[in-house]
């Protein structure tokens, strides 16, 4: 066992979960030579992050676009140790182009500072989504496919440490499984080698206030495996 494990189960924390087949595979970093053009997907996970960021305001690969006022790309440190990945975004956020500033952005923000972080500071926030769906609906499948590539290569490009997934959303992208949020928390996790804290969606918690108290659990389980990564 090596010093990172040893040290993660001696502090409760172990084993560390993978779960097997991401339902998006990352895409190749490099196409054989007898490949023919690359596909999207691979095209995306190449990009820098100038590139992506034009790529995502140009995007009109779903319907999503033509209802939206603009796109909400991500926001923060574009080397932090934490990634947030939430849904998508909604009203406010597509007021002002930057994700979670809403009445879910607000519980967010002073969730992270419960553990001592801050927004921008070292933390970095994304959707699944890049656009608002009408009404604030859930994104249906074919729009979470066509926009999931962006996220993952935020994901490669920021190179967390950590990443927080906020919901059912977030957890079907990065972790391929429709099991419920109650199921996977509390539990590391892992996607490109990146562990992963599972915890409730803050608009989710704006519903259903006693399981605030779990979330904070999360995030101090969270904090934990943070503190530990730091050290190994
Ligand atoms: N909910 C999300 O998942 N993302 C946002 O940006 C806002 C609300």
Known sequence: ???RREILKEMGLAPIWVLREPRIAPARAAAAPEAGPPSRAERIARMGWDELKAAVKDCRDCGL???CTQTVFGVGDERAEWLLVGEAPG???DRLGEPFVG???KLLDNMLA???LRRGENVYIANVVKCRPPGNRNPAPEE???CSPYLLRQVALVRPKLIVAMGRFAVQTLLGTDASIASLRGRLFRYGGVPLVVTYHPAYL???LPDKAKA???LVFARRTMATLARG
């Open 91 to 93: 009203a406010e956020e």
């Open 1 to 3: 066992m090596n010093r």
């Open 103 to 105: 009445q879910a952005g």
């Open 65 to 67: 676009r033509a209802g």
């Open 144 to 146: 979470v496919a066509a």
């Open 206 to 208: 704006l519903r259903n």
């Open 216 to 218: 904070w659990a999360d």
């Open 114 to 116: 419960a553990i001592g």
